[in-house]
Every structure is written in structure tokens, then in C-alpha cells.
């Protein structure tokens, strides 16, 4: 006769640091340490426990009776991609997790895609408290290029469209014939056109924006030439980029513009000439000097006023005959007006005797 017996093994699972949990098909049947009856076959345990990188543990009624994990803390996993500011997305449920070089806590392996423009889709398995590096691969087409500039930092721009990509240094993938700008503060803009023999790593050296400093009388105003507030006085600096006119203002003197490019010298000169100077007395002298209709006094002879073009003035004074004068740049530095007194004649009238009538 035979007997056929059947039973099972006694098993437990213990864990360092204890305390874990323990799950079967995602739900939670217990801690550590952890005691269980195993029939024939294998069961799949998960270990967890906060802070630490969850295990996996597969038992069979064939192994030891007593299975021990030790778990480990959970630390930063590292994702470095060439180039940089690549996006991380989780593949179950398309999370963006974050942009390289990027770090995550993680405390189970995870499935992610790592995607750019330009470069194909990469996928992988992140797995906890380890160092990554990955080099994207550029699509058919596509150029992938590393730029470095003198001094780092500058922007880099795609010019077709104006969007700023990243800075240097930094690793570009892009179709032949995408012309790129490099803008930093300071600096003349520089330009780069992707091509099929462009190498993989680009030099760019950019060029302090010059510097130019209007000298001249000191306190002069400089103006942009449409007008507006001032900018300054002199002496004034300022970067040229471009073609660029301004124009300088003093009292008493004629203004001038002056037009500025990256080609000019460090230093230049601006000299104002004098407006011209008259003065304008009277005989007698004491008179009023206005404007033509009094519409604003200028004040009383003897008076300087600017001849800066061909100007008319009122002389006038009580009892004396008004008169106007011009005078211009070209006219004798002091000018004499001699008034006239106005004069009066007597009118005899019919039953009006010894009455006076005076014109003016």
C-alpha cells in the first residue's frame, strides 16, 4: 500500500529595519517580521516601508524557512541627459515628472520616455538611488549640436521664430539650415546656421557692444533727435549697437547732432557754437522791447538778446512813436533804435475855441 501525504511548510519573513509591510497582489496582509504557511509553488511578496526602496521578495516552499531583506534608504536618483532640459514623463499615466538634469526620490523602479524637439523618444526604467546619463538621439534630419560661447550664458534663440531654446553651453538638436541667435547683455548679437558639415561642438565668441562717450561743455543736454526728455549731460556714455543720432543743447548755443555707429570712436567731441549776442539800446533809452503785438515783454533797454535767426521786435515808450526793428546773426553787435516823440498838431473848431486835438 501507498500513502500519499500533503501538507505545507511553516515561513517567516523578517526585514531590516523591521516593521515593514508586506503585500500580496497590492493589498497589505502584514509586517515584519512576518510568519506564513507556503503549500507547494512560489508566492510574490513586496516588502515597504517609508523612507526606503520598496523589495520584492519571491518565496518558494523549496527555499529556506526563514527569508531575510534589508532594505535600503531611499536617496536621489540622478537623471542627466546630453543635451539638457529634456522632458521626463511617466509611461503609465504621462506625468511630467520634471525637465533634466533632474533628481528624484524614488522609491520603486519607474517607467518613464524621455522626449525633445528633435531628438526620438527614449524610453527606460529609472531604478532607485542610481546615476543616469543619456544621450538623446537626434531624428533623421536633424543636426545635434553642442555650443559654447566667450563668455557663457548667452541665449540661444531659434531667429525663424524668436523662442528662446537655452543657454550656453548647451546641446541643440536641429534641422539643417536653422539659423540660431546668441544674445547676452553687453554683447553684439552673433548668429550660427546649422549645416551638414557643422561639427559637433560650436565655438562662439561674441563682441562687447562698443562704447562711445560725448565730450564737450560740461552740463550739456543730450536728446534722442525725435525730442523727448533728456538723456543726459556731458559728458555722456553710452553702448551703440546700431546707427544712432542725438543731439546736444546748451543755453545761448546752437544745437547739433551728432550720429553715433559701432564704428566710431571711443571718445568724441562735440563743439556748440555761440549763439550771437545783440544788444539793443534806446535813445532815450528806458524803452520797452517786446515782441511783436506785446504779446511777451522782453524787458527794457539797454537789453542782449540772442540773434540766433532773423527775428522782429517792439520798441516802444510813452509819448514816443513805436517802432519795429529786425535784427539777425549778421546784424552790428549793439543796435540804437532813436524814437521818435509823437506828434501833436491844434485843430480851431467853431464854438470849441482853446480846444486841442492830439494825433498819435
Do not use: W
Amino acid at each position: 500500500m501507498l500513502l500519499l501525504l500533503s501538507g505545507c511548510a511553516s515561513f517567516e519573513l523578517v526585514s531590516n529595519p523591521s516593521g515593514a509591510e508586506v503585500h500580496e497582489f497590492g493589498e497589505r496582509i502584514g509586517a515584519t517580521p512576518f510568519s506564513f504557511d507556503q503549500f507547494s509553488g512560489e508566492r510574490l511578496l513586496t516588502v515597504k516601508r517609508d523612507g526606503f526602496v520598496e523589495r520584492q521578495v519571491l518565496v518558494s516552499s523549496l527555499d529556506r524557512k526563514r527569508v531575510s531583506v534589508r532594505l535600503e534608504r531611499v536617496r536621489v536618483t540622478v537623471l542627466n541627459t546630453v543635451p539638457t532640459d529634456v522632458q521626463v514623463v511617466r509611461e503609465a499615466d504621462e506625468e511630467v515628472l520634471g525637465r533634466s538634469s533632474l533628481q528624484l526620490s524614488l522609491a520603486r523602479p519607474e517607467k518613464v520616455v524621455l522626449r525633445k524637439e528633435g531628438y526620438k523618444s527614449n524610453p527606460m526604467t529609472l531604478i532607485p538611488n542610481k546615476t543616469y546619463k543619456v544621450e538623446m538621439e537626434p531624428l533623421e534630419g536633424f543636426k545635434a549640436v553642442t555650443f559654447v560661447s566667450k563668455p557663457s550664458g548667452a541665449m540661444i534663440s531659434d531667429r525663424a521664430v524668436g523662442d528662446a531654446i537655452a543657454h550656453t553651453p548647451a546641446s541643440i538638436s536641429a534641422e539643417e539650415g536653422t539659423e540660431f541667435e546668441f544674445i547676452l547683455e553687453d554683447y553684439q548679437p552673433a548668429y550660427y546656421m546649422i549645416n551638414k558639415r557643422s561639427p559637433g561642438r560650436v565655438f562662439v565668441e561674441l563682441v562687447p557692444v562698443p562704447t562711445v562717450t560725448l565730450l564737450g561743455a560740461e552740463g550739456a543736454a543730450v536728446y534722442g533727435v525725435g525730442g523727448g526728455e533728456a538723456l543726459g549731460r556731458l559728458p555722456y556714455t553710452i553702448q551703440i549697437r546700431d546707427v544712432r543720432a542725438f543731439e546736444v543743447r546748451q543755453e545761448g548755443h546752437y544745437p547739433k547732432t551728432v550720429t553715433l555707429s559701432p564704428e566710431s570712436p571711443a571718445e568724441v567731441f562735440v563743439e556748440l557754437d555761440p549763439i550771437p549776442l545783440k544788444r539793443v539800446r534806446t535813445k532815450p533809452a528806458g524803452a520797452m522791447v517786446s515782441r511783436i503785438g506785446k504779446r511777451e515783454v522782453l524787458g527794457r533797454a539797454p537789453l542782449d538778446l540772442l540773434a540766433d535767426s532773423e527775428r522782429l521786435v517792439e520798441v516802444y515808450m510813452e509819448g514816443y512813436v513805436r517802432r519795429v526793428i529786425g535784427f539777425g546773426p549778421d546784424s552790428p553787435s549793439d543796435i540804437l533804435v532813436e524814437l521818435q516823440p509823437v506828434g501833436q498838431d491844434v485843430l480851431v473848431v467853431d464854438e470849441l475855441q482853446d480846444s486841442s486835438i492830439s494825433v498819435f
